[in-house]
């Protein structure tokens, strides 16, 4: 914790910005979104809640911008694990699986990354100003963009549809995490009845069929 009582200068206040955003952090790699509070927040941060409001205007504001931050490092954390996970002159279709595989193998071990996507259109986008939501938005066209530019590279008959392509990943993640993980009464529901039991999807091989499938048709598209 900052040594100063009251953040004066504005180096003081993006030090306590970073303490808010380091100890949100923190709690999300205990919970789960839905349970981060303000309370527990400015609690933890040793601020009253009126002043962590002064830094950031709503809990969704802090957790879009962590999402930005992981989103970010995942993007750059993807490129090399892309180089040795797909053949640069292996043909398109085993490219095409290997992209997903890849793609999901790179989402292993982060769960707040996914647990923030899962969140993000339904509940971090609101409770939030124009101005916070634009910010967002220009930062995750930007990494967009960037998941795009590296499928391209891989598979360079995407061409436009690219762009398309990776905004279709990013929604299907979030999607493919949220139903990977069923409530207490829909556990017992499966377990009750086998029948309902193939309905449960596991994150990892129902996300890299989902990618490939989406892969697959996002090259045929561009082909046709």
């Not at 504005?10 to 923190?26: C, H, N, Y």
């Not at 802090?62 to 970010?72: F, G, Q, T």
């Not at 053949?87 to 999901?104: D, K, S």
């Not at 493919?176 to 994150?203: G, I, N, Q």
Request: neutral net charge; glycine residues 4%.
């Amino acid at each position: 914790m900052e040594s100063f009582q009251r953040a004066r200068s504005e180096e003081q206040r993006e030090v306590r910005r970073r303490v808010i955003l380091d100890t949100a952090a923190a709690m999300l790699d205990e919970m789960p979104v839905g349970e981060v509070s303000l309370n527990e927040l400015s609690r933890r941060v040793g601020l009253a809640k009126s002043n962590v409001l002064r830094y950031f205007e709503s809990r969704e504001a802090i957790l879009l911008e962590l999402l930005d931050r992981a989103w970010k490092q995942w993007m750059t954390d993807l490129p090399e694990q892309l180089s040795k996970g797909v053949g640069a002159r292996a043909p398109l279709n085993e490219r095409t699986e290997q992209f997903a595989t890849v793609l999901t193998d790179s989402l292993s071990g982060r769960r707040v990354l996914c647990d923030l996507l899962s969140s993000q259109a339904g509940v971090l986008e609101h409770n939030v100003s124009p101005e916070v939501a634009a910010r967002y938005k220009r930062a995750a066209v930007a990494n967009v963009d960037t998941l795009a530019t590296l499928a391209r590279s891989y598979l360079p008959k995407l061409g436009d549809r690219a762009p398309e392509l990776a905004a279709a990943m990013i929604m299907v993640i979030g999607a493919v995490w949220t139903h990977a993980r069923p409530s207490k009464a829909m556990v017992t529901a499966y377990e009750a009845d086998p029948d309902l039991a193939v309905l449960r999807m596991d994150f990892a091989s129902s996300l890299r069929q989902v990618l490939a499938t989406l892969t697959a048709g996002a090259l045929a598209r561009a082909s046709s």
